[in-house]
């Protein structure tokens, strides 16, 4: 089978399931713990700190490790409305976040915190004016997703974060899920105070992730307990999850610049490709979207019907995200950019990683050309 869901998630390295079998060997004392094994742990998550920190160009104190990006979002956002809602109890983000952004501020609303959700451009952007119309003086945080988990869509996170600079007391958030390793993220130069990571996107384990937190900024723990990550996220640290993390960190910071101009030519390939097959519309913009995400309808037929035509082929896509894919209903992030109904729902996700390779592409487009020339699909009711 040819894998080409690697938004949903990544297959680890092989050297990534080494380290991490390695650290279950090795490394199972507790890093409280004061004993030898004790200190050993900790010795592995110091190291472990110290990567990313280089890798994001910032404090090893900045990091803190989570249980993913679902977790990073949550503690980012309940963390800094428990922190500063005495301050205001408004939040800014936008109508195409990923769930574990979108969601978390619905409940943050049934606390008594309002959000403005804003509206996105046919691309799946947002655009800096919106942002500073919406920005009041009780806005507490602004939260902006770098890369679209659908369509691809970059979002003008530099500008964004650059103009709420002059708002010390506005926050900014940036679920950095599908961005990391793929585009550069500039945490200080963009005015970014909290961003998500999440390792299974990057051909780490999965359950691993990192919320960096800019130095000196407070927020409240969405777990308490032992006191771990310095106060912010209870619980025994899962060395071998952290251990694996790292060295998906590591392979990204020696190889990463290569795969990611391999996976630009792949992509545009791909979208060439796509652009030649009739019955196929490209819904991801040309132009400012990641290199491993394509999104395309097949009007007139339903999404399910093609995903499982082309993996009987031998091709793994995905309709939607892997979160809400189970659901019969139109992508919300589509319908956010004024796609109509019948495209949205005959849409599909093509997500590349730096496994892929040029003759997988080329063979995928010919598998597409024949499933959307077979006019039995067609009839398919969407
Ligand atoms: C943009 C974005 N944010 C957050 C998440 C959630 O990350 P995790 O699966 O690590 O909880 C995902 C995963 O699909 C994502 O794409």
Redesign the pocket.
Known sequence: MIYFDN???TRPYPQVIEVVKRAMESYYGNPSSLHQKGLEAENVLKQARAVAAQYLGCKPSEILFT???????NAALKGVAFQYRGRGKHIVTTSV?????YDVCKQLESFGFSTTFLPVDRSGRVSVEAVKQAVKDDTILVSV?H???ELGTIQPIAEIGQWLKQFPKTLFHV?A??SFGKLPIRLKEWGIDLA?I????FHGP??I?ILYKREGLIIQPLLTGGGQEGGLRSGTENIPAIAGMAKAIRILTEEGARDAANMIALTQRLRDGLSQIPGVALNSPEEGSAPHITNISFPGMKAEVILHALEERGYLVSTK???SSKRDEPSRVLMATGMDKERALSAIRISLSRENTEQEVEQFLAAVAEVSGMSSFKKAKV
């Open positions: 938004s949903a998630t249980s993913g990006g679902t977790e990073s979002n976040e990923h769930p574990a952004v997703m890369v679209n988990n679920d899920v599908q998500s999440s390792a299974h996107k999965r359950g992730g995200s892997a979160c």
